[in-house]
């Protein structure tokens, strides 16, 4: 059953929806609660600044400073036995604090734990680049750069990886809008046929309920098709589509039902 | 082993047909489209499905090659982005006339459910196309029926009288 909500005022209440689904905080626990994060910690500690450390969903989050990053995960990777790095990526925290969070999302097969290490920088910084510690994060690395315009010193291939090398901005940013800007918009007409060329092809059709029964260049009347660019008045005869002409075509012969055989028998 | 058997007693006793020029290029033009390999999503496994023997294009004739100068039509078979719309444009370009477009389900048509910035909002916003097939994806038997209205249209077609090759603009 559906919890039940008083609605006794709900008319006169203003009320404020995030736009975007914010999800509920999962709760947080003491590193010292699991005693291998806990050794892990230890170790990391010992060497570098810890901003803050807490463990969620049975994972770790180590924050750091982002100068750090190439030595903690060199620490983490040769000492402390997290071999892998499964993923890498950043998260827009722009509007909020100015800046991006970078994760590391670590894996120790042999310790079967997880810890992620995050690190905060300002728009417009770069990361030290981890590719030579790990290959994984060749292409991590890219896609990072590709979507959000942080770039990794000491990348051995700093370039898009997955929009085309000419693209203009960075997708994932929060401020980039879903359908695209006005370079994303025309982006294959300018390449192709040149700017001149926009008022001849004309906009993107956007929405994708529109559907217009008077507009014979986009649409058709299923048994109602006229030539491309008719006037439509609503009164067009009905048109029995087939797809041979009445009275044969040549050398080609039209199935006839009456002359094929039906097998009732599954087996033959 | 089978046996061909020619009846020499028909039509006058010759083994003759009488038609017109143009009849005979437009069946041999409509019942020989080779078309492109262009699967580009996940229409791409039904295209696939309609050549391989359960549905068998090769009885209309159809059958796929790997190169644009090999082909007369081209099945855009799902969703294009806008990276790779150049290369479509290229691909159609190296295409010997006459040739023709056969857009293959929502996203070639109108960009389908990919509202966003990546993809390109209906292939006829780079290539002129002849038929759109509407399905998500199509079924092997829409797009054989799809070849079967390309083939009425082909054969509607003068072909004695001077191609004017298509262009979108």
């Known amino acids: 059953m559906r919890a039940y909500k008083p609605k006794d005022n709900v008319q006169a209440k203003p009320y404020y929806t995030d736009r975007f689904y914010v999800s509920p905080q999962v709760p947080k626990f003491e590193v010292e609660s699991d005693e291998v994060f806990a050794h892990d910690l230890e170790a990391i500690k010992a060497k570098f600044d810890v901003l803050d450390a807490y463990i969620q969903v049975g994972q770790m989050v180590v924050f750091i400073n982002p100068e750090d990053n190439y030595k903690v995960l060199e620490l983490m990777k040769n000492e402390l036995e997290y071999v892998q790095l499964t993923e890498l990526s950043a998260i827009d925290w722009l509007a909020a604090r100015g800046g991006f969070e970078v994760f590391y999302q670590m894996l120790s097969m042999s310790k079967r734990k997880r810890v992620r290490i995050k690190m905060f920088i300002n728009k417009g910084e770069a990361v030290n680049s981890v590719e030579k510690l790990f290959r994984s994060a060749d292409w991590s690395e890219r896609e990072m750069f590709d979507m959000f315009g942080i770039e990794a010193n000491g990348h051995p291939f700093m370039k898009r990886i997955l929009m085309p090398y000419d693209w203009q901005g960075h997708p994932l940013l929060k401020t980039y809008p879903l359908q695209g800007d006005e370079f994303a918009a025309w982006y294959e007409v300018d390449k192709i046929y040149g700017k001149e060329a926009r008022d001849i092809i004309g906009p993107e059709l956007r929405d994708t309920a529109k559907v217009d029964r008077y507009d014979s260049e986009r649409f058709a009347r299923l048994g109602h098709e006229v030539p491309k660019g008719t006037k439509i008045t609503g009164n067009e005869p009905k048109i029995v589509q087939n797809y041979q002409e009445e009275g044969g075509v040549f050398m080609v012969k039209k199935f006839d039902k009456k002359d094929s055989v039906v097998i009732d028998d599954p087996q033959r | ?169």
């Open chain 2, 1 to 169: 082993m089978a046996q061909h058997k020619v009846n020499y007693t028909q039509n006058g006793g010759l083994p003759v047909a009488l038609t017109s020029i143009d009849k005979i290029v437009n069946w041999g033009r409509s019942n020989s489209l080779w078309a492109l390999t262009y699967g580009l999503a996940c229409c791409g496994i039904e295209m696939m499905a309609s050549g391989a023997s359960r549905y068998d294009f090769d009885r209309f004739g159809t059958i796929f090659r790997a190169s644009p100068r090999q082909a007369d039509v081209m099945i855009v078979a799902g969703t294009l982005t806008k990276k790779h719309a150049e290369f479509i444009k290229r691909l159609y370009d190296q295409m010997t006339e006459p040739k023709w477009v056969i857009s293959m389900g929502s996203c070639a048509n109108t960009g389908g459910m990919f509202n966003t910035y990546a993809t390109v909002q209906g292939v006829d916003r780079i290539i002129p196309v002849d038929l759109y097939l509407p399905g998500c994806a199509p079924r092997p038997e829409t797009l054989q029926y799809g070849v079967m209205l390309l083939q009425k249209k082909i054969r509607a077609n003068q072909a004695s009288r001077a191609q004017k090759a298509k262009r979108l603009m």
